[in-house]
């Protein structure tokens, strides 16, 4: 991976900054929510998701603070480093006696520094606080996590793409895996999906072996479409429970042809269906939507790339961070909400529901043929989606396993690492296409992924590494008062630096910098100084010389801390003990 910043102007403004982080958290995993809710109770489903939102929020902005407390150390280190080297050559002038290589021995004492802020979210900036053992149990998380993600991928694509190609018989008023894929072969749809788990594994796999990022424009075309999805299926949902509600009868379908462009009303043509009432509350089913929940609301391990490189971070709290997930979880709740009101059997992947119906379909006039081609995207949206981000996934866990192996002596000789290059790949894929194989029940997998993985990422080590950073500079500053001091007066008399130590989250560098699950490192771009730059990471320890911060979570409390380690003690317990009573 290239370790080359980003420079301050390739950064981008807090609206896209909001759109990216937005973009973050509402994927596809959200086309799993609408069944877990209506399976749970909407009542119930609706508290869930509220309350997680808050925690994951929460938890948000533990990572923040932690990030600044941590850059803060690692720059002032760099400051007294440089000052030091300012002493160093003036000393030298003063004598007559400049070294030839002083010059070159500064640059290099900087450089050597700055590496030291190459630190990666969770898994490398660990090692800053809980040393080599807790920076591999780090690894080990996100490596777990990333597979599970993976996994989702290699079922849903293949599940996705099978309903689309299978003969589809909208009477039916479900289709199980053992029915023929189509009247003519002997295939059923359990075969066709395993035929279509090893081509897509065929497919992603090339893509392993080459270092792929994903692109700012990638990114906002990804949200158009992801956009014209989520507005169809919105439109759709509502239009078919006005249909049920009204009671419309088949003869008002064939006087009313423009509703024929929604492809989820044409199971309405060959049978009436009750109006959808929804239970409020399913306490069986409560463990499965915790799981789904909380990989919805998954964004941790991506704050680095999408809010490091925000231009103006000031006041990014109110301005970004409370509006994006104010407007997540209206968008999750207007979404399910409207999935049960007009759905008496929802799928585990939603678009699934607006499958078009091919018997009812006249291609010679517009509203069917739209409704054809609308039913058609939907479906094969999470085609799209996922397979685009597979490799970017892959490559993000590629890059976690070999840095993990890097902890190993073993690993250390060049044979070792040439045998890493070539077989790593491999180790990334087989696994995800084995479970998928097993099973093509994504909601499972999504809420033992949320539940259990999802959870260390979520809660656990946002958690713990907020509450080292508070302590690490609690315990350490006192120690050295003196040195905040000097680095204060060595920061007003710098006039080419500008930043504070609050705002210098330092840069991500350019490649992945900007996917949805990645090993992010950083670089350096900006110096820190203003006279009272120390003072912006304040609020993240109670010591006496430090005031509030910029970047410090509003939830200071240590009360906080133990509650979202407790939340996520209790999601896991609940998960495990539902998926293993249904074994």
């Not at 807090?14 to 086309?31: D, E, K, P, R």
């Not at 808050?54 to 938890?59: E, K, N, P, V, W």
């Not at 932690?66 to 300012?86: E, G, H, P, Q």
């Not at 180790?427 to 949320?450: E, H, K, M, R, S």
Request: aromatic share 14%; charged share 10%; proline share 5%.
């Amino acid at each position: 991976m290239s370790n080359v910043p980003i420079s301050v102007g390739s950064g981008y403004s807090s609206l896209t900054g909001f759109i990216f982080l937005f973009n973050i958290i509402v994927g596809t995993g959200v086309l799993t929510l609408p069944a877990a809710f209506q399976e749970a109770g909407w009542l119930i489903s609706v508290c869930v998701v509220v309350i997680l939102c808050f925690l994951s929020f929460l938890t948000f902005t533990f990572v923040v603070e932690a990030l600044s407390i941590t850059n803060a150390l690692l720059k002032s280190k760099y400051l007294r480093v440089r000052k030091f080297l300012s002493r160093l050559k003036a000393y030298f002038t003063l004598g007559g006696i400049v070294p030839s290589d002083f010059e070159i021995t500064e640059k290099y004492e900087l450089v050597r520094v700055f590496s030291s802020c190459n630190t990666s979210f969770q898994g490398q900036m660990s090692l800053f606080y809980f040393g080599k053992v807790g920076n591999v149990l780090m690894y080990i998380n996100i490596c777990a996590y990333l597979y599970g993600d993976l996994t989702i991928y290699s079922s849903a694509v293949p599940k996705s793409l099978r309903n689309v190609i299978c003969s589809f018989n909208n009477s039916r008023d479900s289709l199980s895996d053992s029915d023929l894929c189509w009247e003519s072969s002997s295939l059923t749809r359990l075969d066709v999906y395993r035929i279509l788990v090893v081509c897509f594994g065929a497919c992603v796999c090339p893509f392993l072996f080459f270092n792929v990022i994903r692109s700012r424009w990638l990114q906002l075309l990804t949200v158009c479409l992801r956009w014209i999805g989520f507005i169809l299926m919105l439109s759709f949902s509502i239009e078919r429970a006005i249909i049920l509600h009204k009671n419309f009868t088949i003869a008002t379908f064939h006087h009313n042809v423009s509703m024929y462009w929604n492809p989820s009303i044409y199971s309405l043509l060959i049978k009436s269906e009750p109006v959808p009432k929804p239970p409020a509350f399913q306490p069986q089913n409560i463990p499965s939507l915790f799981g789904v929940c909380v990989y919805v609301f998954m964004c941790h391990h991506s704050i680095p790339g999408i809010v490091t490189p925000v231009r103006d971070k000031s006041k990014i709290l109110c301005r970004i961070f409370i509006p994006v997930f104010i407007t997540v979880l209206s968008f999750n709740l207007l979404l399910s909400t409207t999935a049960i009101i007009a759905f008496n059997h929802i799928e585990d992947i939603y678009t699934l529901n607006f499958l078009p119906n091919n018997e009812f379909i006249d291609i010679s006039q517009i509203p069917y043929t739209l409704a054809l081609i609308i039913g058609y995207f939907l479906c094969l949206f999470p085609v799209f989606a996922l397979t685009s981000s597979f490799p970017i996934v892959g490559t993000s866990l590629l890059g976690n396993i070999f840095s993990l192996c890097n902890f190993f002596s073993a690993f250390g000789s060049d044979r070792a690492q040439n045998i890493l290059k070539y077989t790593l790949p491999f180790v990334v894929l087989l696994p995800p296409l084995g479970i998928a194989l097993i099973t093509n029940n994504v909601g499972y997998l999504t809420g033992f992924t949320g539940a259990i993985f999802g959870s260390g990422m979520q809660y656990i080590i946002p958690a713990l590494l907020v509450f080292k950073a508070r302590r690490y500079f609690t315990h350490c500053v006192p120690l050295k008062e003196s040195y905040l001091e000097t680095t204060t007066d060595l920061q007003q008399s710098d006039d080419t630096t500008s930043a504070t130590v609050g705002e210098q989250m330092i840069q991500p560098n350019s490649s992945n910098n900007n996917t949805e699950n990645e090993n992010i490192m950083y670089g350096s771009t900006n110096d820190i100084t203003i006279p009272h730059s120390v003072s912006i990471i304040g609020k993240c320890s109670n010591h006496h010389l430090l005031s509030i911060s910029m970047h410090a979570s509003p939830f200071q409390n240590f009360f906080w801390i133990i509650i979202a380690l407790i939340w996520a003690l209790f999601c896991t317990i609940i998960v495990l003990i539902d998926k293993i009573h249904h074994l």
